[in-house]
Nanobody, 120 residues
Framework: QVQLVESGGGLVQPGGSLRLSCVAS????????MRWHRQAPGKQRELVAA???????YYKDSVKGRFTISRDSAKNTVYLQMNSLKPEDSAVYYC??????????????WGEGTLVTVSS
């Protein structure tokens, strides 16, 4: 069983910062890609940032230069540092890891999300 638990969401004023964390727990885990998605009310879920085992990264255009994804593989943790936040960044943020448990095939696991609200 793999569990992903996000933390760090909250209410922040425009221009402010938040740091999201997502910890994966379970036995015999091998974690490959680690990703952050978000979903705003009435909108589709979208990929915001991703990081590979080799530390190559991807960012959605609208967050480039403001968000930074990083990982601590020893702690099975992925982070999302969000700076210069805008109201349009408000959403539920979900982490999503590609995980192999033991010798089983790699599959995607999801956290339950953490709410980020950017408002004055």
């Amino acid at each position: 069983q793999v569990q992903l638990v996000e933390s760090g969401g909250g209410l922040v004023q425009p221009g402010g910062s938040l740091r999201l964390s997502c910890v994966a727990s379970g036995s015999s885990l091998s974690i490959f890609a680690m990703r952050w998605h978000r979903q705003a009310p009435g909108k589709q879920r979208e990929l915001v940032a991703a990081i590979s085992v080799g530390i190559s990264t991807y960012y959605k255009d609208s967050v480039k230069g403001r968000f930074t994804i990083s990982r601590d593989s020893a702690k099975n943790t992925v982070y999302l540092q969000m700076n210069s936040l805008k109201p349009e960044d408000s959403a539920v943020y979900y982490c999503n890891d590609a995980v192999r448990v033991g010798a089983s095939p790699v599959r995607d696991y999801w956290g339950e999300g953490t709410l980020v609200t950017v408002s004055s």
